[in-house]
Every structure is written in C-alpha cells, then in structure tokens.
C-alpha cells in the first residue's frame, strides 16, 4: 500500500453487528452520514431484531448507496461476545478483504463527531506500525459527559478501527468474550501498535454504557470478568485492575463484579484461550505494567516494534 496516500484516498468499510437497537440507531447513523470522510461502505449486519431496527435500517438503505443490510434469523436473545463476532464476520466474510485499506467493527449505539474517522486514518497515515485504534467513548448523565474510563492501550470494542494488514495478521476475532481484548494484546505481541485518544474529534458518546446490554450492569461486569480469566489475566494483575476500578461508575459495585466474575470463573475451572505463548506474553506485560505503570509498559513494547520494523524483521507494509 501507499502509505504516502493523503487520507482522502483510503477506502475503509464499517462492519456493524446489531440486534434491537433502533432506541439509539437513528442518531448513530446520523453521525456517520455526517462525516467528513465517509465509509466506502458499510455493512449493517441485522441479527435477528425484533423491533423496529430493519424498518429503519432499510429506510436509510433505501437513500445511501454505500450501505447495505444483512440479515440473520433471529436466535431468540441477545449473544454479546461470540455471538457479536459472529454477526461481525456473517459481514466480513462477503467482503475481499484486499478491496479495502481500513476496516472498522462499529457499533450501532454510538454518536461520532463529524471528524472522527477522517482523524483516525491521520493518525493510521502517520505511524505505519498503527494496527488498530480508536477514540475514547463517554457516557450522558445529568447532561454531563462522563469517561467510560478505557485505557490508552487498547482500541475500544465499539468502534475497532483497524488497518486490514494487521487485521489479517492476527488472525481476526476471537469468538469469545474478551475478544476486543486479544486482539489488541496479540497486535503488540506481533509488532503492532493499538491505541485510543481524547480530543474534539475523537471523544464519541456511547448511548449504551460499556457493560449494560444484556441483564444489567452488574452482569456485564461479571462477564468482564470472566473475560479477563479467558483471556489469561492472573489474579493478582486482576486484584489490583478490580482496585482501580473502585473509585468509577458504578462505584465498588461494578468492581466487586468483574472481581466475582473472573475468581468464579477460576473456580469452576472454566476454560482459557489456548495460546500459550499469548498468555505468557500476556502476563509478561501485565506484570511490567504492575512494576512500571502501564503507560511505561506500553511505551516499552511499542519502541521494540519500532525497532523490530526498523530492523526489517516485522512484516512489510
């Protein structure tokens, strides 16, 4: 690819798993036709809804020429985790993937500011090694915005916004819970970059709180919980992440939650992502990040795949 390519060239495709959303469609859609560089195309893969999303959905299909609308039976409920990735790939897996320089797993319960994809291909254009990254999302109450509080590490779930090369390089998703997690870990384990920033083109509202679009609150945090434990997370890294998490909404509760949610997991001898070598790399930088801070951590990986892409020993762009 022509890295040297202004923004405005690059081609990426929206991927949107969705399933009775259309309390919140109709502004998310909003926000994407207002962008200022829009979507070669987007991809609205309708999972079974039963409300009023597929007339809505086909309402603005009707109008835009670079959206499209698939439909999946409906199960029956909501599958967050391995059911989300499993309505993101019935999308991909119509697409050539090489058609495309920049995808984009997006959620359909957000409000993006007018500039925020065209900001995210600027940061991509400038660091070649940028696999995957995002904004920050917030969250309305009392008509104040409030920090979801995600870490600069990591591209958020809701809006994964990724380079295909390095998409294709780690594999994809995995179908489980954690897999926005994996992905971002197994990127910097292979020499990417992942990252996510604050500022007036990047700071989107998340219509649904992160962890309340099952059962509730407290049930997403258990099973954030027990994604941490999948993952590979050790309990100690989880103690003190369970720590931090005290003093944000929901406040001890919610912590308390992921805590349960990943030491019942543990005892009930659930199953774990079997890669080895990820879960060592993993814990690795779990245990830096503990000694170091996790900004010093993170700086530290993204040097060595500098060199590594300096060195000639990373794959080529």
Not at 93 to 112: A, G, H, I, S
Not at 217 to 225: N, V
């Amino acid at each position: 690819m022509n890295e040297s390519a202004p923004p405005t060239a690059r081609r990426y495709v929206l991927i949107t798993p969705c399933r009775d959303e259309s309390e919140y469609a109709r502004r998310c859609i909003e926000s994407v036709l207002a962008q200022t560089i829009p979507p070669t195309l987007w991809l609205l893969v309708d999972d079974g809804s039963t409300d009023e999303t597929p007339a809505l959905l086909a309402e603005y299909a009707a109008k835009v020429p670079w959206m499209r609308v698939i439909r999946r039976e409906d199960r029956g409920r909501r599958a967050v985790g391995p059911g989300v990735v499993d309505a993101f790939y019935a999308g991909w897996d119509t697409l050539n993937p090489r058609d495309f320089d920049y995808l984009c797993k997006f959620d359909l319960d957000l409000d993006v500011p007018p500039g925020y994809f065209e900001e995210l291909i600027r940061r991509m254009e400038a660091d070649p090694r940028l696999g995957s990254c995002s904004g920050k999302p917030f969250f309305e109450r009392g008509g104040e915005l409030v920090s979801e509080k995600c870490g600069d590490e990591m591209s958020v779930g809701m809006t994964k916004f990724y380079r295909v090369d390095c998409f294709l390089e780690i594999g994809g998703f995995v179908r489980e819970v954690m897999w926005d997690g994996i992905d971002c870990h197994r990127a910097r384990m292979l020499g990417w970059k992942a990252g996510s920033w604050d500022g007036a083109n990047l700071r989107f509202v998340h219509l649904r709180p992160m962890g309340s679009s099952q059962k509730g609150i407290f049930t997403g945090r258990m099973r954030h919980g027990f994604g941490q434990y999948f993952m590979g997370t050790d309990l100690l890294y989880m103690s003190v992440s369970t720590a931090f998490r005290l003093f944000h909404p929901p406040f001890v509760v919610g912590a308390l939650a992921m805590w349960w949610g990943y030491v019942k997991s543990a005892l009930g001898g659930k199953p774990r992502y079997d890669d080895p070598d990820f879960r060592r790399f993993l814990n690795a930088y779990q245990r830096r990040c503990l000694v170091v801070g996790k900004a010093r951590a993170t700086a530290e990986l993204d040097a060595t795949a500098t060199r590594r892409m300096r060195g000639g020993t990373a794959s080529s762009q």
